[in-house]
């Protein structure tokens, strides 16, 4: 997709990788709508040109007020960036239920609820793509990060059953997973802490800047998945060949966290 003059709707846009997308699309070209909870950070995000909704993506009102603020301005959505998301470092087995439903309703059910507002809009437009962040632990599930990889799995499953869903319609889905990103993910969390030689692994990370290029690219291309860095894919084969292996070095990470 040619990106100039398309209407792209970001969720999680006050801040890391949403953010960091409205820069990306912004040079190239698209109008914006943003969405988060913070006013000010969307409004210095959002440069004055965007249309800025303030308020908790796990409210289905505020989900609809955003898509129709949108529509109302540009009559249309090219693109959909389901982008906010929050971790939880809890164990599954202790994670209190309150935190685990919090996590549910919004790495999974604002993104399927954003998803069924746009894409009537999209179908009747002949075109458009929604594109979901899952992340690495969506492609292999990381033990200090147990249900929070299993809502990255759910999205991105949900996102590959959307694009067989809706090819005929010109309607394209795609799913990205990142790496470590420098945000403030980490310190976002709804409880628990990422294990110490997770911390150092730290310096391995890409920027949110590097993140959003490879979202920016992959939607220019109508790639499926985009797995930035790269070297997430090598995650994959390799527990693709060497399971035992793979889940005992995860499970390794997972032993320095504080339990
Ligand atoms: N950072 C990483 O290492 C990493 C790796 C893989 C995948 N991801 C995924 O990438 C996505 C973005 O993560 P990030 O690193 O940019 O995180 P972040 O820096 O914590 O930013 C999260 C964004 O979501 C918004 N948000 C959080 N809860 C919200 C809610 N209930 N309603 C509306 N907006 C809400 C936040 O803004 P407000 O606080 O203003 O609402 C913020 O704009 C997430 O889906 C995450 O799971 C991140």
Request: hydrophobic share 45%.
């Amino acid at each position: 997709m040619h990106l100039q003059g398309k209407v792209v709707l970001i969720t999680g846009a006050s801040d890391g990788i949403g953010a960091a997308c409205a820069h990306a699309f912004r040079s190239r070209g698209a109008q914006l709508s943003l969405i988060a909870r913070t006013r000010e950070k969307l409004e210095r995000v959002g440069a004055d040109e965007a249309v800025i909704t303030a308020g908790d993506l796990k409210d289905p009102a505020v989900r609809a007020a955003c898509v129709e603020a949108t529509l109302l301005r540009y009559g249309r959505i090219d693109v959909l960036i389901n982008n906010a998301g929050v971790g939880l470092y809890v164990p599954s087995w202790r994670a209190p239920e309150q935190d685990v439903r919090d996590m549910l309703e919004l790495n999974l059910y604002a993104v399927l609820g954003m998803t069924q507002l746009v894409v009537p809009a999209m179908k009747r437009q002949g075109a458009g793509t929604v594109v979901n962040i899952s992340s690495i632990a969506g492609l292999v599930t990381l033990p200090w990060f147990t249900l929070y990889s299993a809502s990255k799995f759910a999205v991105r499953s949900m996102t590959d059953g959307l694009r067989m869903e809706l090819r005929k319609e010109g309607v394209h889905a795609m799913t990205v997973c990142p790496g470590y990103v420098r945000t403030g993910f980490q310190e976002n969390v709804l409880a628990g802490r990422p294990p110490d030689k997770l911390w150092r692994m730290r310096r391995f990370a890409i920027t949110a800047e590097q993140c959003a290029e490879a979202i920016a690219r992959g939607v220019e291309r109508d790639a499926r998945t985009v797995v930035t860095p790269r070297i997430g894919w090598a995650l994959l084969a390799a527990r693709a060949l060497f399971p035992r292996l793979i889940d005992g070095r995860l499970e390794g990470i997972y032993r320095g966290l504080d339990l």
